[in-house]
Protein backbone atom coordinates (compact mmCIF):
# COMPACT_ATOMS: atom_id res chain seq x y z
CA UNK A 1 0.00 0.00 0.00
CA UNK A 2 2.75 2.21 1.47
CA UNK A 3 4.53 2.12 -2.61
CA UNK A 4 1.51 2.47 -4.28
CA UNK A 5 0.55 5.61 -2.55
CA UNK A 6 4.38 6.50 -3.16
CA UNK A 7 3.77 5.71 -6.98
CA UNK A 8 0.51 7.48 -7.00
CA UNK A 9 2.28 10.62 -5.55
CA UNK A 10 5.79 10.63 -7.57
CA UNK A 11 3.09 9.99 -11.05
CA UNK A 12 -0.06 11.95 -10.16
CA UNK A 13 0.37 14.33 -13.43
CA UNK A 14 0.92 11.32 -16.00
CA UNK A 15 -2.02 9.85 -13.78
CA UNK A 16 -4.28 12.89 -14.51
CA UNK A 17 -3.28 13.24 -18.18
CA UNK A 18 -4.12 9.80 -18.78
CA UNK A 19 -7.50 9.87 -17.18
CA UNK A 20 -8.37 13.09 -19.10
CA UNK A 21 -7.61 11.13 -22.18
CA UNK A 22 -9.72 8.51 -21.33
CA UNK A 23 -12.57 11.05 -20.24
CA UNK A 24 -12.04 12.82 -23.06
CA UNK A 25 -12.53 9.83 -25.50
CA UNK A 26 -15.68 8.63 -23.49
CA UNK A 27 -17.34 11.76 -23.52
CA UNK A 28 -16.50 12.04 -27.72
CA UNK A 29 -17.69 8.74 -28.46
CA UNK A 30 -20.39 8.27 -26.08
CA UNK A 31 -21.84 12.30 -25.50
CA UNK A 32 -21.30 12.01 -22.03
CA UNK A 33 -20.50 14.96 -20.70
CA UNK A 34 -17.92 14.31 -17.80
CA UNK A 35 -14.71 15.76 -19.72
CA UNK A 36 -14.76 19.02 -18.29
CA UNK A 37 -15.99 17.77 -14.93
CA UNK A 38 -13.21 15.07 -14.52
CA UNK A 39 -10.69 17.57 -15.44
CA UNK A 40 -11.83 20.19 -13.23
CA UNK A 41 -11.71 17.46 -10.05
CA UNK A 42 -8.25 16.65 -11.05
CA UNK A 43 -6.57 19.76 -11.54
CA UNK A 44 -8.44 20.50 -8.10
CA UNK A 45 -6.54 17.45 -6.65
CA UNK A 46 -3.24 18.16 -8.31
CA UNK A 47 -3.70 21.38 -7.15
CA UNK A 48 -4.37 20.93 -3.45
CA UNK A 49 -1.94 18.16 -3.77
CA UNK A 50 0.79 20.47 -5.02
CA UNK A 51 -0.23 23.39 -2.19
CA UNK A 52 0.75 21.00 0.48
CA UNK A 53 3.74 19.75 -1.31
CA UNK A 54 4.65 24.06 -1.48
CA UNK A 55 3.47 24.46 2.38
CA UNK A 56 5.74 21.80 3.38
CA UNK A 57 8.74 22.87 1.09
CA UNK A 58 8.51 26.29 2.19
CA UNK A 59 8.63 25.44 6.04
CA UNK A 60 11.52 23.29 5.50
CA UNK A 61 13.51 25.65 3.33
CA UNK A 62 12.98 27.97 6.52
CA UNK A 63 14.29 25.74 8.94
CA UNK A 64 17.37 24.85 6.89
CA UNK A 65 17.66 28.40 6.69
CA UNK A 66 17.47 29.38 10.03
CA UNK A 67 19.87 26.36 11.02
CA UNK A 68 22.66 27.11 8.71
CA UNK A 69 22.23 31.06 9.52
CA UNK A 70 21.72 31.87 5.89
CA UNK A 71 18.70 34.30 4.54
CA UNK A 72 16.47 33.86 1.01
CA UNK A 73 18.57 36.94 0.28
CA UNK A 74 21.62 34.68 0.40
CA UNK A 75 19.53 31.74 -1.61
CA UNK A 76 19.14 34.20 -4.27
CA UNK A 77 22.33 35.46 -4.92
CA UNK A 78 24.06 31.31 -4.35
CA UNK A 79 21.67 30.85 -6.62
CA UNK A 80 22.69 33.25 -9.39
CA UNK A 81 26.56 32.79 -8.58
CA UNK A 82 25.66 29.31 -9.62
CA UNK A 83 24.20 30.38 -12.60
CA UNK A 84 26.08 32.90 -13.92
CA UNK A 85 29.43 31.02 -13.46
CA UNK A 86 27.86 28.18 -16.17
CA UNK A 87 26.82 31.17 -18.13
CA UNK A 88 29.57 33.35 -18.41
CA UNK A 89 31.80 30.35 -19.77
CA UNK A 90 30.65 31.33 -22.84
CA UNK A 91 31.59 34.69 -23.38
CA UNK A 92 29.63 37.33 -24.02
CA UNK A 93 29.86 37.52 -27.69
CA UNK A 94 27.92 34.05 -27.66
CA UNK A 95 25.83 35.11 -25.15
CA UNK A 96 24.43 38.25 -26.47
CA UNK A 97 24.33 37.01 -29.63
CA UNK A 98 22.28 33.48 -29.30
CA UNK A 99 20.28 34.57 -26.55
CA UNK A 100 19.62 38.60 -27.35
CA UNK A 101 20.34 37.98 -30.88
CA UNK A 102 18.34 35.25 -31.61
CA UNK A 103 15.80 34.71 -28.88
CA UNK A 104 15.46 37.93 -27.73
CA UNK A 105 15.70 39.41 -31.20
CA UNK A 106 12.93 36.93 -32.29
CA UNK A 107 10.94 38.18 -29.77
CA UNK A 108 11.74 42.23 -30.38
CA UNK A 109 10.63 41.59 -33.95
CA UNK A 110 7.28 40.82 -32.97
CA UNK A 111 7.32 44.09 -30.99
CA UNK A 112 8.84 46.51 -33.28
CA UNK A 113 6.21 44.69 -36.12
CA UNK A 114 3.24 45.85 -33.52
CA UNK A 115 4.80 49.55 -32.58
CA UNK A 116 5.49 49.87 -36.77
CA UNK A 117 1.62 49.34 -37.37
CA UNK A 118 0.44 51.70 -34.85
CA UNK A 119 2.99 54.41 -35.61
CA UNK A 120 2.66 54.17 -39.43
CA UNK A 121 -1.19 54.16 -39.91
CA UNK A 122 -1.01 52.87 -44.04
CA UNK A 123 1.46 50.17 -43.24
CA UNK A 124 -1.00 47.29 -43.33
CA UNK A 125 -2.72 48.43 -47.03
CA UNK A 126 1.72 48.70 -48.27
CA UNK A 127 2.17 45.26 -46.52
CA UNK A 128 -0.84 43.94 -48.50
CA UNK A 129 0.05 44.74 -51.84
CA UNK A 130 2.81 42.86 -52.89
CA UNK A 131 4.41 39.93 -51.01
CA UNK A 132 7.57 41.17 -51.49
CA UNK A 133 6.89 44.32 -49.23
CA UNK A 134 6.20 41.62 -46.36
CA UNK A 135 9.10 39.29 -46.47
CA UNK A 136 11.27 42.56 -46.93
CA UNK A 137 9.32 44.11 -43.71
CA UNK A 138 9.36 40.77 -41.66
CA UNK A 139 13.67 40.81 -42.56
CA UNK A 140 14.06 44.65 -41.67
CA UNK A 141 11.86 44.15 -38.58
CA UNK A 142 14.13 40.74 -37.40
CA UNK A 143 17.48 42.26 -38.21
CA UNK A 144 16.33 45.35 -35.98
CA UNK A 145 15.23 42.56 -33.28
CA UNK A 146 18.68 41.39 -33.57
CA UNK A 147 20.74 44.47 -33.32
CA UNK A 148 18.62 45.96 -30.40
CA UNK A 149 18.59 42.25 -28.59
CA UNK A 150 22.17 42.29 -28.96
CA UNK A 151 22.64 45.13 -27.47
CA UNK A 152 20.82 44.94 -24.89
CA UNK A 153 21.90 41.19 -24.01
CA UNK A 154 25.74 42.86 -23.80
CA UNK A 155 24.36 45.66 -21.07
CA UNK A 156 22.84 42.66 -19.43
CA UNK A 157 26.14 40.95 -19.28
CA UNK A 158 27.80 43.95 -17.97
CA UNK A 159 25.67 44.32 -15.15
CA UNK A 160 25.64 40.27 -14.21
CA UNK A 161 29.31 40.24 -14.80
CA UNK A 162 29.57 43.33 -11.84
CA UNK A 163 27.04 41.67 -10.28
CA UNK A 164 29.09 38.23 -10.11
CA UNK A 165 32.36 40.12 -9.14
CA UNK A 166 30.88 41.72 -6.54
CA UNK A 167 29.57 39.07 -4.82
CA UNK A 168 32.65 36.41 -5.45
CA UNK A 169 35.66 39.09 -5.06
CA UNK A 170 36.78 39.26 -1.57
CA UNK A 171 38.00 42.68 -2.12
CA UNK A 172 35.57 44.09 -3.98
Not at 14 to 24: E, K, L, M, P, Q
Not at 45 to 65: F, H, M, Q, V, W
Not at 81 to 96: E, H, L, N, Q, T
Not at 123 to 138: E, G, H, K, R, T
Request: charged share 20%; hydrophobic share 45%; net charge positive.
Amino acid sequence: MKNALAFIKKHRFDIIVSCSVIAFLFDIYLDKHTFSLTIIAFYILGYAADSEKSKTNIAERKRLLTAKGLTPEDLKNIRFVKDWDGARKKGPVKFSLIYGGIFFGFAMCGIISIACVFIKKDLLQYLAADPSNMVSFIGYTYIAGIISGTIIYRLIWTYKEQKFISLTDPLH
